[in-house]
């Protein structure tokens, strides 16, 4: 499992396009998703560099 902080994510609009960011490259992920701590959770058979990088490219950059 992965955890991701994700700073710029604020409500359920953000939490949705990160969700389908993350599916689009791995379509058998679990994504969970905590709004209020900000917080990303995924578990999948994808490397950690690829979903920051979905996240990225939806606008979401994970913190480092």
């Known amino acids: 499992m992965h955890e991701f902080n994700v700073p710029h ?3 359920g609009g953000c939490a949705s396009r990160i ?5 689009r490259v791995d379509p058998d992920s ?3 998703v905590n709004i209020p701590g900000r917080q990303v ?3 999948s ?4 560099q ?3 990088q979905a996240m990225a490219d939806a606008g979401y950059a ?3």
């Open 41 to 43: 959770q995924v578990t």
């Open 9 to 11: 994510m604020t409500c």
């Open 50 to 52: 690829t979903l920051s």
């Open 19 to 23: 969700q389908a960011a993350l599916k």
């Open 62 to 64: 994970p913190a480092a």
């Open 45 to 48: 058979r994808v490397d950690r």
């Open 30 to 32: 679990t994504v969970v």
